[in-house]
């Protein structure tokens, strides 16, 4: 690997460890076996490398969204196939040391953390058109900017509460199930049934 790549490394590390506020370009030059001015000149700076670590470790813990065989064995745009894929979803928050607390650490302190909140508000919209091919069906490179303004954004909205609850008090959290029930109840109150 080349300092860029091991700067990506040892940035995921640090994330891991401290989270964005507490590690400082030090932690990731040590952790990297690289020196300060390799920061600079890969990323820009140490908030671009952070963003960049944060969006290579939700990459890799979105591959387990749809991991599942049985997600791609039920029908587009169901219920069945939004369970699933929130199962899947959840099953990583659940986790011990889940990433996703770093999310609400970007929400807490993201007007202490501009130059990271403005490059992954970007890729919170690439997230947004990313997850509806998961629970609709077809390619993402087909997401028409007006579904990821509406049904992205309302996907997201469900992401981010939902490690919002993960993160404060897993037991309590809502749960896949629970979470179609309630979609189940919205669509049959929208239809006038009871």
């Not at 995921?12 to 964005?20: A, E, I, Q, T, V």
């Not at 993201?110 to 508000?121: C, F, I, K, S, T």
Request: hydrophobic share 40%.
């Amino acid at each position: 690997m080349g300092h860029r790549e091991d700067l990506l490394e040892g940035a995921k590390r640090c994330l891991l460890d401290k989270g964005f506020v507490r590690t400082t370009s030090r932690d990731i030059v040590k952790e990297s076996g690289t020196n300060l001015a390799s920061i600079g000149y890969h990323y820009g700076s140490k908030d671009g490398l952070l963003a960049e670590a944060y969006i290579s470790l939700v990459e890799g813990v979105s591959d387990a969204f749809d991991a599942t065989p049985a997600a791609t064995e039920t029908a587009p745009g169901s219920l069945e196939r939004f369970q699933e894929v929130w199962t899947n979803i959840i099953a990583t928050m659940a986790q011990p040391g889940s990433l996703w607390r770093l999310s609400m650490e970007i929400v807490v302190m993201g007007d202490q953390l501009p130059g990271v909140r403005d490059h992954l508000a970007q890729a919170q919209r690439e997230g947004a058109r990313g997850i509806i091919p998961m629970l609709m069906g077809g390619e993402e490179s087909e997401v028409e900017e007006k579904t990821v303004d509406t049904l992205g954004k309302f996907y997201m909205t469900l992401m981010m509460g939902l490690i919002a609850q993960w993160t404060f008090d897993p037991a309590t959290a809502t749960r896949a199930e629970e979470l179609t029930e309630g979609l189940r109840q919205v669509m049959a109150a929208a239809r006038g049934e009871s």
